[in-house]
């Protein structure tokens, strides 16, 4: 792996619009790329950050041997994770948990259904376009039916002023995704930061099988990753 190999990697950073910010970059400097000679099994790439030690990503010679795609994949992959630790505790518990915020749309589209002659909340749900819309139908379906509110005269509820709806369609309170990341994503994206990064760079999350679970997926790398100043 040269130091031209890795500038190219580095340039990848442009193409993508979450990592394409100017602490991305910074933090791109922080890192000491050691390239392993002695082949270590199946090991690809490792980053260790030891406390008051700069940042070491090890590149090891099974690397040497794939596609410029996967090179940057593995490389980018270990960079994620370090963009992850400098977001905080808190990002990192966005991440395991897949925190997301609904969008006005998918808020006022549950609002208009109120009053558009469906006859049950499960209707409701099954109407929306999309999984994460039908997801975010569900958690206000699911505080409405738990406080008590029939359906029937749910025609006459603000969601965004009635208290139990109140905090999440005013983006005080986030969902989990988990629910569509275990089933639209491969695991290793659904579980690890840096390969979720890393595929958003370099493949554009072609893997994740609805493109609004994909957008989702990415409005919170970019969340994450904005937080890793």
């Not at 041997?65 to 940057?72: E, G, L, P, Y």
Request: glycine share 4%; hydrophobic share 40%; net charge neutral.
């Amino acid at each position: 792996m040269t130091k031209d190999a890795l500038n190219k990697i580095k340039d990848r950073l442009n193409t993508c619009q979450i990592a394409k910010v100017p602490h991305v970059k910074g933090h791109w400097s922080d890192i000491t790329f050691k390239v392993m000679e002695k082949d270590w099994d199946t090991e690809t790439t490792r980053l260790m950050v030891q406390e008051g030690d700069k940042a070491v990503i090890f590149i090891y010679p099974a690397v040497d041997k794939m596609t410029d795609d996967f090179q940057a994949f593995y490389i980018l992959r270990e960079f994620g994770e370090y963009l992850l630790l400098k977001a905080g505790p808190e990002m990192e518990t966005h991440w395991r948990q897949k925190l997301a915020y609904p969008t006005t749309d998918q808020i006022d589209a549950f609002q208009k259904r109120l009053n558009q002659g469906f006859h049950t909340y499960a209707e409701v749900v099954e109407s929306m376009k999309t999984p994460v819309d039908r997801l975010v139908a569900t958690h206000f379906a699911n505080a409405m039916m738990a406080n008590g509110q029939a359906f029937a005269g749910a025609c006459n509820v603000d969601v965004r002023k009635w208290g139990p709806t109140q905090e999440f369609a005013n983006l005080r309170r986030l969902m989990s995704l988990v629910p569509l990341t275990s089933a639209y994503c491969p695991r290793h994206i659904h579980n690890e930061f840096g390969s979720a990064f890393a595929a958003c760079v370099v493949f554009d999350l072609k893997t994740v099988l609805h493109t609004s679970v994909k957008d989702a997926l990415q409005q919170l790398l970019e969340r994450i990753i904005n937080a890793a100043r």
